[in-house]
């Protein structure tokens, strides 16, 4: 079994910036794709972005616009977003899976595990 929890969410002002981490526990992650997603108020959990198991693949979601990096450090079992010129649509809980086969894919059913996810606010 893989535990995912990630850290690093919280309020920050439009425009501002944040780093997530996801850290795994349980089993080591590092031959696992990995992904990002986001659900916000009374949407679906939509995909963010994607990174492979050697970090020399990366996936992002076409509305992002180049203002979110993923990066995974497998020597800590580790897998961050970083998140510049954010915006109130932005605001979400943001979760952390892992995917076995490394598909690096978009949909929530590629994944097997699941963290309990951090909430990023944006204010205007």
């Known amino acids: 079994q893989v535990q995912l929890v990630e850290s690093g969410g919280g309020l920050v002002q439009a425009g501002g910036s944040l780093r997530l981490s996801c850290a795994a526990s349980g089993r080591s992650v590092a031959y696992y794709g990995m992904g990002w997603f986001r659900q916000g108020p009374g949407k679906e959990r939509e995909f963010v972005a994607a990174i492979n198991w050697s970090g020399g693949r990366t996936r992002y979601a076409d509305s992002l616009a180049g203002r979110f990096t993923i990066s995974r450090d497998n020597a800590k079992n580790t897998v961050y977003l970083q998140m510049n010129s954010l915006n109130t649509e932005d605001t979400a809980v943001y979760y952390c899976?892992?995917?076995?086969?490394?598909?690096?894919?978009?949909?929530?059913?590629?994944?097997?595990?699941w963290g309990q996810g951090t909430q990023v606010t944006v204010s205007s």
């Open positions: 899976a892992a995917d076995s086969l490394d598909n690096i894919g978009t949909g929530v059913y590629e994944y097997d595990y």
